[in-house]
Each structure stands twice: as C-alpha cells, then as structure tokens.
C-alpha cells in the first residue's frame, strides 16, 4: 500500500503534463502521442509559447513537420516577439527554415527590438540559411529599432565572410549607418569621461574592430566608403589599428584609407600604430597581437603612402587601461607626436623609423616635452602602462638616435631641467655618462637652481623618483658626474660641504 502512495504523485504528475509541457522539455515522442489523442497543436502558454516554437529551439525537424501538419501556426508570437522562424534561424537550420517558409512562416517577422530572422542568421555565418530566407522575400537591408543595425551589419561583427559576401551579393548596402543615440551624461562621484557607445557604426567600422580581414575585404570590393568614420571621427582603418587587428589595418590600407584621417582627439593611424607598438595587451607574459602584421610594419606601410610623421594630439586621448593610466600619464597629452610616443618607451625601432622619415626631433607638445627629454625620464610616472618595455640601454640608444638627428641636448624643460637633469632623477648612470660625453651642460641649473649633480646628491627639495616621497641620492650617478666635471676642469663642492 505504502509503495502504491509513494508511485501516485509520478502518475499523477505523468498524466497532468500538457502538450507545451512535454515539447518545452523535448519529449517529442510524448508531443506526438498527445497530438494523436487530439492535443491542440495551436495550444498557448500564458507568455503566448507554443509547441512549435519549442520544437523548432530545439531543432526537431520531424516534430516542426508534424505540428505543422496538425495544424500549428508558422507565425505565431509570444510575448517576447518571437516567432517558431526565428527560433531556428537561431540554429542556422536551413531545412527548418525551408519548411517554415513553406507552410507560411513571415520570412520578414521582426522580433520586439525589430531583429528579423536573417539578421539572426547573419551572425551564425550560415549562407545556405541566408539562401532559404533570401529566396522567401526576407529584406536584405531591413534595420532592427533598437540600434538601426542591418544583417550585414552582424556578419561582419561575427566575423563571417562568407555572410558578408553572400548579403552584398543580392543588395545589401555597405555603407548603412546604424542610429546615432546622444546618451545624456550621467553624474557620479567621479567626473572622468564615461564611454557610452553612441552608436552610428557602418559593417566596415565593425570588421575593423573585430578584425574580420577578410570581410573588410568583400566590403571594399562591394563598395564600402574605406573612409566613412564613426561620430568621433575614427575611420575604420584607426579603428582596426586601436584594437590591435594589424592585418585588417592592412587591407584597408591597400584598399585605399585615408591615412592622415585624425579622430577628434587627434589621433592619427601613425601615432595609433607607434603607440601600440608598446602598449601592453594584458597577461603575464605580455600577450601578444594574434595578427602575422605587425604595429611597425603597418607604421611603416603608412609613412610609405604619405602619413604626416609630424601630426599632434588634439585633446587627452581615452585612457588604455583605467587603473594605471587614469591621470597617471602626464606626457602623452594635446601636442604629442608619433616621435614623441616612441620616446616614451625609448622604443628603438620607431624612433629610428621616423627619424629615416624625416620626423621632427624637437617639436615639443604643450607641456614643453620634447623627445630627448621624454627619453632621459621628463614626468615618468610608475603607473602608466605606456612606457613598461624601456629599460637604459633601449633610452641610451633613443637618446644616440635623437641626437644624430640633430636633438638639442641641451633643451629646457618648463621647470627649467635637461635631459641630464632628468636622467640623474632617475638613477640612469649610463644615459648621465652618454648625454655628458656629448656635450650636456653639466652645470645646468632648473627653476630651483638645482644641478644635476645636486639632484644626484639629494640636495633637492623634490622626490629623486616617481613613487619616492622626498630626495634620494643616487651615489653611482653622482659618482660619474663628479667623473665628467673633472674631465672639464670643473671643480664643485663635495657633498655635504658648505657652500
């Protein structure tokens, strides 16, 4: 007795499932039993679900068929807007597709935020699938309500082709621009720049983030405007170079990009390019850019097709990475050049590349920091992320490179330091060695009247090094600038004497 109570609830339970109950849960065997026993196939849930719309989520072919064939409605839509195509243009099912369309399915149905199924479709790359709701009368060109995007618009920010291909074949436009939305901005306790997306993208913007080569590719050779910026004026070719995709920068390149086009903080390819050449992209190690191109060699692809190697920062550009470089970087700011970024990281290879170019050497930005400066440590900061892979030797050979090119050596910062100033701040023997061997002014006094040697020997009022909280001597430093002023036949105070 006991045994039969216990078994009565998983009966009772059997018996009371209802046909939407045992199609959610994919019990087509169950769904067909109960369509034989006379089950309503057009039976709704209360959010509007129906049967078909379960068997077609869960890719049922057979079971589509025979709820069609009982007589299931093609169109209808829950409360979510969704319709039984739609659900399998989610799986790409072509064959699904082809029934749906044949018993009466809407090949233009818009879900609530106006997503039809072949934009669906786009992302999933699936072309057969495409083919099927093409061939039904499906609007290649239809744009959904929330952001105006269009299926080509999905399959190249999916990174699909042949999606691409196939949509530009049968009319897509190239150059559709989603909505443009002015989002107020918010005020919190923090009064930094908050992104908000705003929208007015075109495919080729999204191939360029996304780093769809090949779709840049069939975009181009569809028509796409290589050119056509997003509201703050970044062209696709800047775009793929900010989001290190070094090989979809290639091809818009070759395909034609204006490579002087500066987005409104002022940021050219070049400078974009020299900049990520050290920029980190996170990991430990570094990870590297995924793309056979690298930064420099699209650099230099630039400089061949006529880049200006002199173009300035107009504005403070976005910060890389929030935490360390929000605030932290106090040289790359309005008037910094490609020359200039290279400095920041005693980046050789650039600097030797612009140099060659003919980039100017002294040209300063606002802050009155000049390349030479930059190298030997002007407002080095430690949290920054744009200065990690320098190191002395890499600063001495900047330093070398500068100097050949004509850099003044002795060039005064606003506070009144050189070069020789700065490196002894910064505890670099070997730069105070090279600079004074080549003629630094070794008795140059700043805005204090401090020396370098008076940095070196803590006799200043000023931290010696970004993250010290006062003075710091640096022996060695002091050591082979006491070495170079004997050399001149200048005799100085030891430290600690009077003055």
């Given amino acids: 007795m006991g045994l039969l109570l216990a078994l009565l609830p998983a009966i009772a339970s059997a018996e009371l499932r209802g046909l939407l109950d045992v199609a959610q849960e994919g019990d087509s065997a169950a769904v067909v039993r109960m369509l034989k026993d006379g089950a309503d196939a057009r039976e709704r849930a209360s959010d509007g679900t129906t049967a078909l719309h379960w068997a077609a989520y869960h890719g049922d072919l057979d079971l589509v068929k025979r709820l069609l064939k009982a007589g ?19 799986r790409g099912d072509a064959e699904m597709l082809r029934v749906l369309v044949k018993a009466g399915a809407d090949p233009n149905t818009a879900n609530d935020e106006g997503e039809t199924a072949l934009m669906t479709v786009a992302r999933t790359g699936k072309v057969e699938a495409a083919e099927v709701l093409v061939k039904a009368g499906a609007d290649v060109n239809a744009v959904e309500s929330w952001r105006g995007q269009t299926a080509l618009m999905w399959a190249s920010a999916q990174r699909n082709p042949g999606m691409v291909r196939y949509l530009l074949k049968v009319g897509a436009r190239p150059d559709t621009v989603s909505y443009l939305r002015n989002w107020e901005r918010r005020v919190t306790a923090e009064p930094r720049r908050q992104w908000r997306p705003p ?34 004026n970044i062209s696709p070719l800047l775009m793929a170079i900010l989001n290190a995709r070094f090989d979809t920068a290639k091809v818009l390149i070759e395909g034609g990009a204006d490579v002087n086009m500066w987005d409104v903080w002022g940021r050219a390819p070049l400078y974009s390019a020299i900049d990520y050449n050290t920029t980190p992209r996170g990991g430990r190690p570094d990870r590297p850019s995924s793309d056979r191109t690298t930064p420099l060699e699209i650099a230099q692809m630039l400089i061949d097709r006529g880049a200006n190697l002199d173009m300035q920062l107009k504005l403070f550009p976005p910060y890389r990475l929030l935490g360390p470089d929000r605030g932290g970087d106090s040289v790359l700011t309005t008037g910094s ?23 100017m050497v002294d040209l300063q930005n606002n802050l009155g920091a000049t390349p030479l400066l930059v190298v030997a440590g002007m407002n080095w900061a430690i949290t920054d992320t744009r200065g990690r892979f320098r190191n002395e030797q890499h600063c001495i050979e900047s330093a070398r490179l500068l100097l050949e090119a004509g850099a003044d050596i002795n060039r005064v910062a606003p506070n009144g330091q050189t070069a020789l100033h700065f490196a002894a701040r910064l505890d670099m023997k070997d730069l105070v060695r090279f600079l004074g061997e080549r003629g630094a002014n070794l008795m140059a006094k700043d805005r204090s009247g401090a020396t370098p040697l008076d940095i070196a020997e803590g006799r200043t009022g000023t931290a ?14 002091a050591a082979v600038l006491h070495e170079l002023l004997a050399a001149r036949g200048i005799t100085v105070p030891a430290a600690g004497a009077a003055n």
């Fill in 464 to 477: 010696a090094r970004p993250g010290t909280s006062g003075p710091e001597p640096h022996p060695e430093v």
């Fill in 337 to 359: 050049t490609p020359l200039l970024r290279a400095a920041k990281a005693c980046d050789v290879p650039a600097t030797k590349m612009l140099l060659d170019a003919g980039a």
């Fill in 199 to 232: 929208g007015g993208w075109t495919a080729l913007l999204l191939a360029a983030r996304e780093g769809c080569a090949e779709c840049a590719r069939e975009l181009i050779k569809g028509g796409a405007d290589v050119n056509l910026t997003d509201p703050e």
């Fill in 72 to 90: 299931a409605d093609p169109n209808a839509r829950n409360d979510y807007g969704s319709t039984p195509i739609q659900e399998a243009a989610i």
